[in-house]
């Protein structure tokens, strides 16, 4: 069955002046328009084409690149807002609807949206939705404590950053636990650092490494000194301001940072700076 929303290998059945007809082993066909036939191709060979509705709602293949296949997440940009919903720019001829009511909050053209692509199985068309809760599920969870994961922010609150975890369950990257904001949309890496009662997962964008967990503003450091080839010239006598502008942080914060490193024997206090005493933690 030519699903649409998916990549399909099909094989060429015969060329006819409007294009190429396309079927799949089942023997639904599909045209693909002269405007997308690759040059040279002819019946018998095969060609993997991404199928989906055209204007006159019509199964059509291309091979063209969709910026979103079924069942994804992903941000797309609003091109216009009309009476029936929100037309999104997805990379075909045809864009891309998100019906008012899958809407979590109004659109509006020119703006960006983390959306999912679902398939309405009783009309067979596509349509987007910005209800992220709606698509993700944490009853039976595919990841474990420890595991690293694909991560993308969707929503802030007051706690931290409601992430997805690869692109199935929903996690939790709490705020006292990073050094920086994530955005919304960002495509990040992370780790599953618990789970919770009723599977609801803890996450942190930090490598899970001595004591599960590295305080942020120790992690930020590490980070630092990695790509600065394990040396910073800070220390104890270093200005407030060359500490900010370095790291980001107060003196008062990267005194801390340091003792917590040392303790662990993370890095070596010199009298120059600071050093990095195992890259690979």
Partial sequence: ?????????????????????????????????????????????????????????RKIATTLKPKLLLHEFGMLRVKEVSRVGAFLDWGLEKDLIVPFHEQQTPMEAGKEYLVFLELDEETDRLFASSKLDNFLE?????????????????????????????????????????????????QLKGWVRRIREGNKLDITIHPIGYGNFIEPNSRLLLDKLKDSDGFLALNDKSSPELIYETLNISKKNFKKAVGALYREKHIAIEEEGIRLLDPEK
């Fill in 1 to 57: 069955m030519l699903r649409p929303g998916q990549y399909h290998l099909l094989e060429v059945l015969r060329n006819t002046s409007v294009g190429l007809y396309l079927a799949d082993e089942e023997g639904e066909e599909v045209l693909l328009p002269n405007k997308y036939v690759p040059e040279g191709a002819e019946p018998g060979d095969e060609l993997q084409v991404f199928i989906y509705r055209d204007s006159e709602d």
């Fill in 138 to 186: 944490n009853e039976v969870l595919r990841v474990e404590k420890g595991e690293e994961v694909d991560l993308l922010v969707f929503h802030e609150s007051e706690m931290g950053y409601s992430v997805i975890v690869n692109e199935v369950h929903k996690g939790l990257v709490y705020r006292n636990e990073t050094f920086r904001e994530l955005k919304y949309g960002e």
